[in-house]
């Protein structure tokens, strides 16, 4: 395993829709587990393809939360998001129903620094391949479906400053084209 670079916004390969993946192969399961590793030390919950500069419909997820002897919090997981065993390797993830709406303060591994409240559905139901090729469906709510959602917009070129409005997206590229991105100690949790 080794660490990859997250490329950060206005990178070409962030604004581009990914190509779907034919087939799991062992190549693809390797980049799969060197994108593990380098979300869990960005740190962040979420991270995909073309992130790490692979256009492709891969992403990878863990949005459980540990303490701090290292053991999984619970209490902070709804009924659905327990069900699901983490980490989550998608390839070709597509969300076939969505219900309800929340907000979410969101960040991103590749635009470091910057948090806004995004909207997004609250419920959804996702199909996709997991790391071994197979089709699998589930349900889930709560952190999980934002961290879904989220990669899923990498996955069809978007930011989640895309979806802010007008206003916000312009002064949050303003910033970043005159300032850069701050440090990595202003960084906050759920990183996207």
């Given at each position: 395993m080794s660490l990859l670079k997250i490329l950060k916004y206005p990178e070409e390969v962030l604004k581009q829709k990914a190509k779907p993946v034919e087939a799991v192969t062992a190549?693809?399961?390797k980049l799969a587990s060197d994108?593990?590793?380098?979300?869990?030390?960005?740190?962040?919950?979420g991270l995909a393809a073309p992130q790490v500069g692979?256009?492709?419909r891969l992403t990878?997820?863990?949005?459980?939360?540990?303490?701090?002897?290292?053991q999984v919090d619970?209490?902070?997981m709804t009924e659905l998001e327990k069900k699901i065993s983490m980490p989550l390797i998608l390839f070709?993830?597509?969300?076939?129903?969505?219900?309800?709406?929340?907000?979410?303060?969101?960040?991103?591994?590749?635009v470091p620094g910057y948090f806004e409240t995004v909207h997004r559905s609250n419920y959804?139901?996702?199909?996709?391949?997991?790391?071994s090729g197979e089709k699998i469906n589930f349900e889930t709510d709560g952190l999980l479906a934002i961290c879904i959602q989220h990669e899923i917009d990498h996955l069809d070129g978007k930011l989640f400053i895309d979806r802010l409005s007008t206003v916000k997206r312009g002064i949050i590229k303003s910033k970043i084209k005159k300032h850069g991105y701050p440090s990595q100690e202003s960084q906050k949790e759920h990183i996207l």
């Open positions: 190549e693809l399961q994108m593990l590793e380098t979300m869990y030390a960005a740190p962040g919950i692979h256009s492709i990878v997820i863990d949005i459980r939360m540990r303490d701090e002897n290292g619970e209490a902070s070709n993830p597509e969300i076939i129903k969505k219900d309800g709406k929340t907000t979410f303060e969101e960040g991103c591994l590749s959804i139901q996702v199909q996709a391949l997991n790391e």
